[in-house]
């Protein structure tokens, strides 16, 4: 099976940077692989998805400010959060896409204070 393991998250004041890392492990074939984000009260919502060409697509709310790459060879998703605000605030899930199914980490929690 494959299991992803998250690590970047923290707290950090509005203006601020962070970088997340996700790393997937297991021998199933992984497509396209992203970013989601859960705020408390609310649905867990896309924040940015890359696919194995490199092709991207992000969420209104955090487009111009995130940049989320990808190592193929390694099987890692990374998101470089930069300018953020408080409304970013949430535990950000890494998702990994395999044929047939979907995988979802355990989530790292960001904190930006105002």
């Known amino acids: 099976q494959v299991q992803l393991a998250e690590s970047g998250g923290g707290l950090v004041q509005a203006g601020g940077s962070l970088r997340l890392s996700c790393a997937a492990s297991?021998?199933?074939?992984?497509?396209?692989m992203g970013w989601y984000r859960q705020a408390p009260g609310k649905q867990r919502d896309l924040v940015a998805t890359?696919?194995?060409?490199?092709?991207?697509i992000y969420a209104d709310s955090v487009k111009g400010r995130f940049t989320i790459s990808r190592d193929n060879a390694k099987n890692t998703v990374d998101l470089q959060m930069n300018s953020l605000r408080p409304e970013d605030t949430a535990v950000y899930y890494c998702?990994?896409?395999?044929?047939?199914?979907?995988?979802w980490g355990q989530g790292t929690q960001v904190t930006v204070s105002s």
């Open positions: 998702k990994a896409n395999a044929i047939g199914n979907g995988y």
């Open positions: 297991g021998t199933i074939f992984i497509n396209t």
């Open positions: 890359i696919g194995s060409g490199g092709s991207t």
